[in-house]
């Protein structure tokens, strides 16, 4: 989860097209770039949406086929984890009454499960136990988001190394991948990794903005770099800049929804379907930097997703 969020107030139109706020509580509609392949969102709070059934149709149409959404029993309870499979059900009842242009399919959901640095406090034993269980649920894909956050501390700097260290352990028992969550202590966040072990499922870094210098360990531990709508703001030029360098399998995006919306949106609450924005320019600068084509970018972009993220528990064992 981001800290930096916009407003979660969404547009008050009932179809699957994009709107930007303007003055005066008006809204102008924004076109949707053209893509020429499925996206994924690798990480978004489905359940702090108005309407997640709704925002999941508004996905089908606009060709994003695959989601992670992120729950932290210590805020979220088990009830976004309970009530997906309703929420999927409810989507595709909603796309009938949506102008979708042809055939759609609901994205496929996934969850990734963890305990946030912010709610490190809280961890203990019958916590590991609790999250242990969930993450035996068939849907559950990561451990994540996890990690630590020296920004806003809030909880001591020591809980959050221990609930770290010992989440990224309960990833490598069940073979799963870790969702990291770092904010001002990257430094910090890869010595732990080293010592404990990078999982070898994977690691996903969420909602990168480092420079081409702070994301070359990164990179070469091989990790996966997820962008988000951060990527499309004008302060980051040394971001795109980075994300540009990483190898193409090894890029990801997301949307941290209702979070981080990306540029042209920025005003109105994040929703996964957002993620076709930030999909797109990384296409493009990826493409210029790579000299292959945007639509090579995005399908590399979508297949990562998928490989790291949308694995049978039999492929992890």
Request: glycine share 6%.
């Amino acid at each position: 989860m981001s800290d930096d969020s916009d407003r979660l107030k969404l547009p008050p139109f009932r179809d699957a097209r994009f709107y930007r706020k303007r003055k005066h509580s008006s809204y102008q509609e924004v076109s949707a770039p053209c893509l020429g392949a499925s996206v994924a969102d690798t990480h978004a709070h489905l359940h702090m949406l108005p309407d997640p059934a709704f925002e999941l149709a508004r996905c089908a149409v606009n060709g994003v086929r695959y989601l992670c959404m992120i729950v932290d029993p210590v805020e979220d309870g088990e009830e976004p984890i309970e009530r997906l499979d309703d929420w999927v059900s409810d989507a595709r009842r909603e796309l009938a009454g949506l102008d979708s242009g042809g055939h759609c399919e609901v994205p496929r959901v996934r969850i990734a499960v963890g305990i946030h640095p912010h709610n490190a406090s809280a961890w203990n034993g019958e916590m590991r136990r609790a999250l242990h269980r969930l993450a035996l649920d068939a849907r559950v894909c990561a451990i994540g988001e996890i990690g630590l956050d020296y920004h806003y501390d809030l909880s001591a700097r020591d809980a959050q190394r221990s609930a770290f260290r010992e989440q990224v352990r309960l990833a490598q028992d069940l073979g799963l991948p870790a969702a990291l969550h770092v904010r001002e202590a990257h430094d910090e966040a890869f010595a732990i990794l080293s010592e404990t072990g990078f999982p070898p499922a994977g690691t996903l870094l969420h909602c990168c903005s480092l420079d081409a210098d702070e994301i070359a360990p990164w990179i070469g531990a091989g990790c996966f770099i997820a962008y988000g709508g951060a990527l499309t703001f004008k302060k980051l030029e040394a971001a795109r800049k980075a994300a540009v360098s990483v190898p193409l399998n090894r890029l990801l995006t997301e949307t941290d929804s209702p979070f981080m919306t990306p540029e042209p949106m920025r005003g109105v609450g994040c929703t996964p379907a957002h993620v076709v924005f930030t999909a797109a320019a990384l296409a493009q600068m990826k493409a210029q930097h790579d000299g292959i084509s945007p639509d090579e970018v995005l399908s590399a972009l979508y297949e990562n997703a998928l490989g790291l993220l949308d694995r049978n528990r039999e492929e992890l064992a």
